[in-house]
């Protein structure tokens, strides 16, 4: 017998009546004569709405209790689901992070997975259960405290499950129709990937593609197991993400990410050591550094332009005023209305040119590029915040993503 | 150092801004060198709310999980007390019943408390912390389910800790000012008494008074411990609930309850065991008589009538018409329009005439007495349920509760 794990996410499990749905599918999964274990997140706006009633306590609570109190999202979710399997005659049984074994690390709020002890899980499928895992929870076995995973982190708990279990296929049932070439908000003519590779999905979720969580195609790649990103709302095949794709295109896809400001430091002495006494500290104040461009100095002095997200920039741009004090630097300046396009494709690392094509296309829709990164697979440019949907829609006219050897030839 | 152990019930934490207020009086106690453990129920209507979810999956979702299900309502108030109290910089820490070592039987919905290991709270204790316990939940060691011990159980889960944990008192905090000596809402002249036995207070929580659940009150009798019932909207002193009571009272107070219905099984052959044919039918359906009455049979057949629950009256009428069946008896009736009205003193025992007194004040009131149960401190009568409000009001001004010894010159 195959084994299936289902994760079901926030919109899907959103009401009674998608919980039913959601149920009619697992129960058709086992009908056709595969073990199925269902990960679900909360349902809706249940966690947003416990923030809320945190933030009416406290600004800053202990991180512990956030989890203890967030915990409770997916523990209602997986009950209701059970409830609905139950009634429609297959036995199920709910459990929590803990329950099934979900062993993290002691980070309140942004854990890692240790290890998973699926033994309650092996056991209710041994007697023909489904069962339904919360997802985005866990257990430091150490100190025996309830963690959470961080925001999205029901996806790496499915894909970390069906690691563990051997299962054939994990499919992350989400409110979308898979894996797209681009937003389809922004530019409709998008097309739905049939497959893409770990790698290349990685980069769109990294650029800000937020169908699927950087973690759990992390997991997917280091375990080879095949996630199939499909809609719960329709029978429709989604998008497979696995090793090698039949069809290895030049360029996948198109993503953008708005959720970044740029801090540019002026008049930086152009000194050996002068990034790293600006960046170590921004490290360990926790702030996650995106792009880093240092321009060429001239007459000893340089600039130097980053990103961060935008929820750390204050605390951020207060980090590198203090420190730039220090190095004799001139001015910090933050702005905060900028974006991030990016081109994703494991083919262009054996087409060159495709940089250029890039520069071109926006250069065509006065689109002025602010900053660049490359890696082997992805081309991002930085550019204003009010151009981002023009910047996608004029690299997805120039690339038509997917765009495939064969096309052009080569 | 004392110990104290403070119960919050659902009104008492159900808004972020109550629970604010609870976390000053947790505070301000700590603050007169207590140490405290706070029991929390779910938020106001919380549990209500998860119930009308699982409704809307099916009618009949599975005991297991929904004691998964509503074990998220204490999850949610503990965690945001816990946050609350450490905003006043007093540190805190959340306990699930299961962390908190609260070991029950397997019974989901209805487990009985089987031992308390309170190894995590007296650690937490030990380190200077409030322990905030979610009430009402458990787990069975055996099976690592997760149980719930029944509505009202938190009071239960407050009284059996401070037993466990040899706390000083317990502090039951509600939404009212103490335990009255009728319902206020009846009898808006009935005063709040200042002490009551358990005993008495048994009978009165039997017998409908909702203030304190009858469980939690015998495991302050079995353990001797003293429970203050108080309100958590002021100061005032409430109703102390412990062994001997400086004013032994005659007559404490009054209950009413209009949850029962009525069963009459009319014609059944006065023959030995037939009320044990009739009965053990019922307890083997689950489903608890209340009071009994027999009839003195003449020409060989009697009639008896007998009290349940409203909630299981469809089914008990069932069994009954069955059992009657097979039994030869006549008709079976059933009468959902009756209510109970109690006087409950511990001094009744020693004082012949009260249930003389209690017959005379009723039939004055021009109220019929359809059922008669007595203990050695209680007094019951069944009268038609339009009749509860009249019958408690002629009670309360004929023996004027609490109505103390040295008052009557005993």
Redesign the interface.
Known sequence: MSLIVQKFGGTSVGS?DR??SVADRVCATTRSGHGVVAVVSAMGDTTDD?IQ??E???P???A???D??L???E??T???L???I??RGVE???LTGS?AGILTDGTHGAARIREIRGD?IQEGLARGKVVIVAGFQGVDPTS?EITTIGRGGSDATAVALAATLGADVCEIYTDVDGVFAADPRVVPAAVKLAEISYDEMLELSASGAGVLMTRAVEFGRRFNIPIHVRSSFNENAGTWVKETTMEQAIISGIAHDRSEAKLTVRGVPDKPGVAADLFEPLAEGGVNVDMIVQNIGHDGSTDISFTVPKAVVTHAAEVTTKVSHELGAQTVEVDENIGKVSLIGAGMKSHPGVAARVFRALAEAAINIEMISTSTIRISCIVRGDQVDEAVAALHREFQPPLVAEEVGA
Chains 1, 2 share one sequence.
């Open positions: 009674p919980i039913n416990l009633l945190a009416a306590i406290t800053d609570p202990p512990r209790e956030m203890m109190l915990t409770a999202g523990r209602i997986m009950a209701l059970a409830m609905a139950s009634a199920a049984m709910s329950q309650r025996k």
